[in-house]
């Protein structure tokens, strides 16, 4: 790789790290207004224009806290914990793809920081890692509220990753390569048909069920939830460290609302991508035909992560969270069995060149879900609603 | 777009990670100057609800959640199994299937026997 | 000396990195038996692994470079970190090393070392056919393809290892009366 390259990448990752940070940044004042919306509030007002301005008003407040360090904690890895955190978070948005590419001069730079071979297994290996933020933070800690918390937090992460692996394989079955931007070419290829929700409906459903929880979202924020463990893993941390954790969860909801778009929705490519790439050229030449249509599909991207973040939230303030045992039986007993099942027949599907064979795993879903409903004693709908 | 995939691709990683660690050790560092310092024996004591602090709190914990991890630690390795195969499904054809089914199969009998016996079962 | 000088100044780029994950790796490593705190050798072990990594970078052998990190750093470190966290190590706890156990791993150390140090005396250090050579070799395709194909029988075997591990996970973690639970 030449110099010039390394530095267009450099210029390209410097502005995905921006547009991250901007983002989870943001995503903090969208979802006080979310909740406000739900609950029928108005959510921050203050801080500026329809308070505009409240997250940085909230990050100028953690800066000036105190930097707290517990006596019996561990110094080194009590400060250690949430910089792990943050780094994990901030690793895995550059191999997303926001783009087809911009053209300029004879060169054609793609919208993607880091293009490699192996990019799916590259988001896995730093979800893998994220674990590690909150067990050494909750271990070094030296609380048993912060403890309890590590301990959910890392079981959880753990459990429901193998089916989250497990998802992703059926995808990777039908494109045959692990580079994000190639699973988003297929997809486009094929058109609005071969997005990943149509071929792989189950899958959708289970990698957007893992990413709650690999998040620690409501209904999987055991590892945090007021009610039993006061703050949970971070009980204990104050200033920047604090913001740092909740910080790096607002990032990893936008990786995993961008990864769930470029799998599952088509990255990109939109309905008609490849006429409104025609139409662009003829009109406006070559070059900036080429840039405009690059451009309308990274707008329609981060549209389609947006959605994503807005369902995040609206899930946050709508569902109860699980009991432990519920979220455990759920990741061992139904995810990982479901998402094997969903292997076995996409593969028998693709053997006949069959793209949607998935859709019969739904169908039988659906039969038995009404069944039991029918089953079910009248009075019982009744009596939980009373 | 690349074809060639060669281990130049990896340094925009360092770029990435350079750009990550600075942004956080920056922070850590404005946080840790800006901010004001008070110790007490009191605030210095873990947080308990204000009830007084008995005992340490890494007490050992239940089995259960090393189960979980080792038997994370075999499914992780299957799933990472499965990747070279998928990747090369249409390759492989049913052979490929056949193979993939025999390997999940003697698993599965594991996870089986792991779930009869009650490894899972939280109350 | 002059010989390793001469050595570093007609360096690649590529040469260079090399060394320098080189130099991290054997450092990082060394923490990690030397570090007195159970969880700074771990977290010095992971920190052994990334470099690992870089070096499987380094040959191009991208899926093995990205399994490691999962498998090793992601999880068999989890495992690891789960133990030595919840297994309260006090100090007090600490087996005695007595002078006799102190005598014994010097001399068995010492005759590993010596062992070490005659095989790679004794070996041939492996050479390349420059045609024959494919770059492309690490690749997850190309991986994929050896080994369902010639490796099929150790691929197999490795899910009745599976099995067996298991089966022993589920022996070791029996329930035993007056176990905490939370």
């Known amino acids: 790789m030449d110099l010039t390259v390394l530095i267009t990448k450099a210029i390209i990752i410097l502005v995905i790290f921006g547009i991250t940070l901007l983002i989870a940044t943001y995503s903090t004042y969208a979802e006080r207004k979310v909740a406000g919306f739900l609950q029928d509030r108005l959510g921050p007002n203050r801080a500026g224009p329809w308070g505009l301005l409240q997250p940085i008003a909230d990050a100028g407040k953690m800066f000036f806290k105190e930097d707290f360090i517990p006596a019996q904690a561990s110094k080194w890895l009590f400060i250690l914990g949430p910089c792990l955190a943050m780094l994990t978070a901030l690793m895995s948005s550059a191999v997303i793809p926001f783009g087809d590419s911009i053209r300029f001069g004879q060169y054609e730079i793609p919208v993607q920081g880091i293009e490699i071979n192996i990019g799916m297994l590259y988001i896995f290996g730093v979800v893998s890692l994220g674990v590690y933020g909150i067990m050494v933070g909750g271990w070094a800690s030296n609380n048993k509220f912060s403890l309890l918390g590590a301990i959910r937090a890392a079981s959880q992460n753990i459990s429901y990753e193998i089916a989250l692996g497990m998802s992703i394989i059926a995808i990777l079955m039908m494109t045959g390569s692990l580079s994000v931007r190639a699973i988003v070419e297929q997809q486009a290829e094929v058109g609005f048909f071969g997005w990943g929700v149509f071929t792989q409906p189950l899958g959708f459903v289970i990698f957007l069920v893992c990413a709650f929880a690999e998040c620690n979202r409501t209904p999987f924020d055991l590892p945090e939830c007021e009610t039993e463990l006061v703050g949970g893993y971070h009980t204990e941390y104050s200033s920047m460290k604090l913001g740092f954790y909740l910080f790096a969860e607002y990032i990893n909801m936008f990786v995993s609302s961008a990864v769930i778009a470029s799998l599952y929705f088509g990255g990109y490519h939109y309905p008609f991508a490849a006429q409104a790439h025609e139409a662009l050229t003829n009109a406006l030449g070559a070059n900036t035909g080429h840039n405009v249509a690059t451009a309308i599909g990274t707008v329609l991207f981060f549209g389609k992560i947006f959605f994503f973040i807005f369902f995040f939230m609206w899930v946050r303030w709508t569902l109860p969270r699980f009991r432990y045992d519920q979220l455990m039986n759920l990741g061992w007993k139904s995810l990982i069995p479901l998402s094997i099942l969903n292997v076995i027949v996409t593969g028998a599907g693709l053997l006949f060149n069959f793209n949607y064979a998935t859709w019969a795993i739904v169908a039988v879903m659906v039969v038995l879900a009404v069944m039991s409903a029918a089953k079910a004693p009248k009075g019982a709908v009744a009596m939980q609603k009373a | 777009m690349n074809a060639a995939y060669v281990p130049s691709d990896y340094l925009p990683v360092f770029i990435q990670l350079i750009l990550a660690l600075g942004f956080i050790v920056t922070t850590m560092i404005v946080t840790h100057m800006v901010g004001p310092k008070r110790n007490s024996q009191k605030k210095d004591d873990p947080f308990e609800c204000g009830i007084p602090v008995v005992g340490d709190a890494r007490t050992p914990i239940s089995i259960k959640y090393f189960l979980i991890a080792i038997l994370f630690v075999l499914f992780d390795v299957e799933v990472i199994f499965m990747y070279p195969w998928a990747v090369n499904f249409k390759q492989l054809g049913v052979t490929g299937f056949l193979e993939m089914i025999l390997f999940m199969g003697l698993l599965l009998s594991g996870f089986y026997y792991v779930i009869r016996k009650g490894v899972l079962k939280w109350e | ?182």
Request: aromatic content about 12%; some cysteine; proline content about 2%.
């Open chain 3, 1 to 182: 000396m002059n010989e390793l000088l001469a050595h570093f100044k007609q360096l690649t780029p590529t040469g260079y990195l090399f060394w320098i994950l080189a130099f991290v790796t054997v450092l990082s490593a060394i923490v990690v038996v030397t570090a007195r705190n159970p969880i700074h050798s771990v977290l010095a072990l992971i920190a052994t692994f990334f470099c690992l990594s870089g070096h499987y970078v380094l040959l191009n052998a991208q899926f093995l470079a990205a399994v490691n990190i999962i498998v090793y750093a992601g999880a068999i470190m989890v495992l690891f970190l789960f133990t030595i966290m919840f297994l309260n190590l006090r100090k007090e706890d600490e087996e005695s090393k007595t002078s006799l156990a102190k005598i014994a791993a010097v001399i068995v150390g010492g005759t590993l070392m010596v062992l070490m140090l005659g095989i790679f005396k004794a070996a041939q250090v492996g050479s390349y056919n420059a045609i024959a050579f494919d770059a492309k070799t690490g690749l997850v395709e190309n991986l994929g393809m050896v080994l369902y194909g010639d490796y099929l029988l150790p691929f197999e075997l490795a899910s009745v290892l599976f099995l067996v591990a298991m089966v022993g996970a589920v022996m070791l973690g029996k329930r035993e009366a007056g176990d905490r639970h939370f």
